[in-house]
């Protein structure tokens, strides 16, 4: 049943602006900004969604997200000490997810911290690396830069495989973009003919640096748990998994947006430099939102109840791929909203938080379609509410290589987003 008081309005405004989800109480901790990541939430959503579930009764003492990115979630509920389950499909982002939520100890860091230059500086004679064939490489880097990376790279990988290993990558994934001539945040992947791309060693050990004074941070909270709380990330497909039984009480996630970020592109230099794939186009396929899948527009449509029907017909009169790539995705987020039942214990909480499009004057309501999907799916107590983005700068319109622009017929994006709630 819907939020009474939402009970006669129709679906596009079942929603209202009252502020409760527009700002943490709290400066962010270091931690959440150990790696740049596209699309990621603010924390104090985390922590307010549980106060929330808790307020209505939900007694939350497993959290996951479905869609883990860069692990804002994971983090948040391992300061609330709670167990988490979470994946993501892009191992980049599960790697960093991962880093973020394990315990590391500090003098065990300053060890492999030290082989690992020992190691880098016994390789200064490097002249040759197999990185140096990769054609993709090439053209983001030059030939010292990607000696320099090898360099590190090697002397990372006498770390023993494990949690050290992995929080070296983790630094070592984000220098990959400082120290190229990816234009700097630039949510498309494209080469900025002016930059000075920052030198190798310098950038890594400053990152480490900061990794550990995150740490240092994390670990230094007043009311450290006595016991520690569990934790698994996977890498995977969401819809694709089986679960044999509910096992959470409350999902904190939020879905890619339709072809606005090609996560696979954008973590291109780490999947590439971390041998998670030899060509990173691979890593699209199954990537929500994607403007690459091969959509089968009958069955996708076939789908669809009326709410994204209606939205996927109206583009169908101004952009066919766009209406098949928008179909597709919303026959993913039904089989997400699907999933997602099957995760959660009875009585558990679902929220989304999910922003809206416009393509070409025509409104892409991704909240309104969720709320659609969750009324369908039998969940309870549904509730949606706006919130501002504060980040959001004045022109609301990208264009095609996604950066701002004053051009209205671009795909415009809004400054605000929406917190969707439902209980099974
Ligand atoms: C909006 S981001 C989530 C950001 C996250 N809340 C954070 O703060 O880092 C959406 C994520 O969904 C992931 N994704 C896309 N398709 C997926 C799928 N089929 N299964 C699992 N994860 C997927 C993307 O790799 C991306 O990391």
């Not at 900025?192 to 230094?220: R, W």
């Not at 309870?380 to 319109?397: M, Q």
């Amino acid at each position: 049943m819907l939020n009474s008081s939402f009970d006669t309005a129709s679906p596009s405004s079942m929603s209202n602006m009252s502020g409760r989800w527009d700002f943490g109480g709290e400066k962010e901790p270091l931690m959440h900004r150990i790696h740049a990541y596209p699309a990621k939430f603010p924390a104090f959503i985390t922590q307010k969604a549980v106060a929330h579930a808790r307020e209505r009764g939900v007694e939350v003492k497993r959290i996951a997200d479905v869609f883990c990115g860069c692990g804002t979630t994971a983090l948040e509920a391992k300061r609330l000490n709670t167990d988490f389950w979470g994946c993501d499909i892009n191992p980049v982002a599960t790697l960093i997810a991962r880093v973020k939520r394990n315990d590391y100890q500090k003098t065990r860091l300053e060890h492999y911290l030290a082989d690992i230059l020992r190691s880098y500086a016994r390789r200064h004679r490097l002249h040759y690396s197999p990185y140096l064939k990769d054609d993709r490489l090439n053209y983001w880097f030059d030939e010292g830069t990607i000696l320099e990376l090898s360099r590190v790279k090697a002397a990372i990988d006498t770390v023993p495989e494990g949690k050290y290993h992995d929080f070296f990558l983790c630094a070592f994934s984000n220098i990959l973009k400082p120290t190229s001539k990816w234009l700097t945040k630039s949510i498309k992947p494209q080469v900025d003919p002016d930059k000075k791309p920052v030198d190798v060693l310098p950038a890594f050990e400053g990152q480490v640096a900061l990794m550990i004074k995150a740490l240092n941070e994390v670990s230094e909270q007043p009311g450290k748990p006595t016991k520690k709380a569990a934790s698994i990330i996977v890498t995977g497909n969401i819809l694709e998994m089986d679960f044999a039984e509910p096992m959470v009480d409350l999902i904190v996630t939020s879905p890619p947006y339709v072809t606005s970020y090609e996560y696979a592109d954008l973590h291109q230099l780490s999947s590439l430099w971390l041998g998670y794939t030899d060509d990173y186009r691979k890593l699209r396929t199954g990537t929500m939102g994607s403007l690459y899948h091969d959509s089968d527009f009958n069955r996708d449509i076939k789908n669809l109840n009326a709410t994204g029907y209606g939205i996927v017909f109206q583009l169908y009169d101004v952009d066919r791929r766009k209406a098949k790539a928008t179909a597709r995705y919303f026959a993913d987020l039904l089989k997400t909203v699907r999933q997602c039942v099957k995760l959660l214990n009875p009585g558990g909480m679902l929220l989304f938080v999910i922003g809206n499009t416009e393509y070409k004057g025509v409104k892409i309501d991704n909240a309104d379609y969720l709320l659609s999907c969750l009324v369908d799916e039998g969940f309870c107590e549904i509730e949606s509410t706006k919130r501002a983005i504060s980040s959001k700068i004045l022109t609301p319109y990208r264009d095609a290589r996604g950066k701002f622009t004053t051009d209205t017929t671009s795909r415009k994006v809004y400054a605000e987003e929406f917190v969707v709630t439902g209980r099974c």
